[in-house]
């Protein structure tokens, strides 16, 4: 399980100081690059040396409390399910009281940059998934 954590932006709130609900995508993108830094597969080595990238092809979201501005929060990544060409990431968001305010899930398919059509993921990659 991967940890991220951060503080809602004035950017990311509304007139009222809440986090716009958009917003939590947002931040768990953050999160999702964050992590795969962690596993040594960064976003950026895959759109510079790679001939695949794992693209987002389905999220959704469940709102449970609002986050206000100025608020800590974290983010725990889990990796859900790894397929031979797609794998899942399910965030859980919680304030900094612990509560859960948010879960998002992404599935994310591995595309051939070239082709533009889906592809096996490297066995590699999925044991950094796994770790």
Same mark, same amino acid.
């Given at each position: 399980? +991967?940890?991220?954590?951060?503080?809602?932006?004035?950017?990311?709130?509304?007139?009222?100081?809440?986090?716009? +609900?958009? =917003?939590?995508? +947002? !931040?768990?993108?953050?999160?999702?690059?964050?992590?795969?830094?962690?596993?040594?597969?960064? /976003?950026? *080595?895959? !759109?510079?040396?790679?001939?695949?990238?794992?693209?987002?092809?389905?999220?959704?979201?469940?709102? =449970?409390?609002?986050?206000?501005?100025?608020?800590?929060?974290?983010?725990?990544?889990?990796?859900?399910?790894?397929?031979?060409?797609?794998? *899942?990431?399910?965030?859980?968001? &919680?304030?900094? *009281?612990?509560?859960?305010?948010?879960?998002? =899930?992404?599935?994310?398919?591995?595309?051939? /940059?070239?082709?533009? =059509?889906?592809?096996? /993921?490297?066995?590699?990659?999925?044991?950094?998934? &796994?770790?």
């Amino acid at each position: 399980m +991967f940890k991220y954590k951060s503080t809602v932006k004035m950017r990311d709130s509304d007139a009222a100081g809440i986090m716009f +609900f958009g =917003k939590y995508y +947002f !931040i768990a993108h953050d999160a999702y690059e964050a992590f795969m830094e962690s596993v040594n597969c960064s /976003l950026k *080595t895959f !759109i510079d040396e790679s001939d695949y990238m794992p693209l987002i092809v389905h999220s959704e979201a469940d709102y =449970k409390k609002p986050l206000k501005y100025g608020e800590q929060f974290e983010i725990e990544i889990e990796v859900s399910n790894i397929g031979d060409s797609s794998f *899942t990431l399910v965030y859980n968001i &919680r304030n900094s *009281t612990g509560e859960t305010v948010a879960n998002v =899930k992404t599935v994310h398919v591995a595309v051939n /940059l070239a082709s533009r =059509k889906k592809c096996p /993921l490297p066995e590699d990659f999925k044991s950094k998934l &796994r770790s």
